[in-house]
């Protein structure tokens, strides 16, 4: 049995959405430009358990800014972790032999392309951003960090168990940090953590997308209102 070793770069908070099933989800054509990642472009191999840092170029039309940095370690001192990426995608995952993997990946001055200065809002209206995943093995957990200029960031988590799109609400992040500038992105970074051994996962997408917003239940209150005043006109008019 390893000993675990703790390795931590971004505070969690207790925000999460879900959203099984990718063909549920309609998401923006490519004329939008939404992507941060789309996992096709940039190949690598990465395998270590050192926390070993690396970086690749790719398109700017696959990689937003055209660089991916990446940095991976093992929590536990049994087996190998594996991360890689492939002509065409997706990105792969894998915690081998009772490895328990933690991945990072970084982009615009989390990277060597430098502030993005991107507009996370438009011109898609975009609302949110979705990370999708092909395969889940086990699970996992996922922190997402935004930041506009050198002080100022933002994040959010969420549970990874199955496969599917998975839902970063831009609400959600100004929970954190109200008045964050989306529409000023300099930097992101992607920390996704296996909560068991033996985890795998392919990620095949992370974009900025559109979400649509639930229209609140009406309350007690109003629909005692509502009901009053149906009463009322239904008295008048006998």
């Excluded at 999460?16 to 941060?36: E, F, K, M, Q």
């Excluded at 889940?136 to 599917?164: H, M, Q, Y």
Aim: charge should be negative; proline fraction near 5%.
């Amino acid at each position: 049995m390893g000993i675990p070793l703790i390795i931590m770069k971004n505070p969690i908070c207790l925000t999460h959405r879900l959203l099984i099933g990718v063909t549920s989800l309609t998401l923006p054509t490519l004329a939008l430009a939404n992507h941060i990642d789309y996992y096709v472009d940039g190949a690598f191999t990465h395998s270590s358990n050192l926390g070993d840092v690396g970086e690749v170029m790719g398109d700017p039309a696959n990689i937003l800014g055209g660089f991916r940095s990446y940095e991976a370690a093992n929590l536990t001192l049994d087996g190998t972790i594996n991360a890689s990426l492939a002509s065409g995608g997706p990105l792969q995952l894998r915690d081998l032999d009772g490895a328990q993997g933690q991945y990072w990946f970084g982009y615009g001055n989390e990277s060597s392309a430098g502030d993005l200065n991107a507009d996370f809002v438009n011109p898609g209206g975009w609302n949110a951003i979705g990370l999708t995943f092909d395969t889940v093995v086990e699970s996992g957990t996922v922190i997402l960090t935004l930041n506009s200029g050198p002080d100022t960031f933002t994040f959010s988590d969420l549970s990874v168990s199955a496969p599917g799109t998975y839902q970063f609400l831009y609400s959600d992040l100004l929970d954190n940090i109200p008045g964050f500038d989306f529409q000023s992105v300099d930097g992101a970074n992607l920390e996704i953590t296996s909560n068991a051994p033996n985890a795998a996962f392919d990620v095949s997408d992370f974009s900025r997308i559109t979400v649509a917003t639930p229209v609140p239940e009406p309350t007690t209150g109003v629909i005692s209102a509502l009901l009053l005043t149906a009463g009322i006109l239904r008295r008048r008019r006998h």
